[in-house]
């Protein structure tokens, strides 16, 4: 069992900052990459951000130069730091992982059940 949470979401003013947490926990031997995606109503679900585990990291141009995306291994969990934030970054924002269960090579992908950001104008 692989539970991934997330937490930090809220209402912001536009121009604001916010920073989202994904923990992941239960019978985890390795996490390799992780992300984030949005999903605004009546919207297609969106990808934000990845980051692999040698750090390497990518965004989708709607963000890049204003969200960060970072992990720390020790505690199995990954960060979406937010700044600038405008209205159209309101969504429900869900994380992923691809979690090794054994020292394999084979992962899973699971993913979080979302936190809602909303930001005001």
């Known amino acids: 069992q692989v539970q991934l949470v997330e937490s930090g979401g809220g209402l912001v003013q536009a121009g604001g900052s916010l920073r989202l947490s994904c923990a992941a926990s239960g019978s985890i031997f390795s996490i390799g990459a992780m992300g984030w995606y949005r999903q605004a109503p009546g919207k297609q679900r969106e990808w934000v951000a990845t980051?692999?585990?040698?750090?390497?990291?990518s965004y989708a141009d709607s963000v890049k130069g204003r969200f960060t995306i970072s992990r720390d291994n020790a505690k199995n969990t990954v960060y979406l730091q937010m700044n600038s934030l405008n209205p159209e970054d309101t969504a429900v924002y869900l994380c992923n992982a691809n979690v090794r269960l054994t020292a394999s090579l084979v992962s899973f992908l699971y993913w979080g059940q979302g936190t809602q950001v909303t930001v005001s104008s």
């Open positions: 980051i692999t585990e040698r750090d390497a990291t």
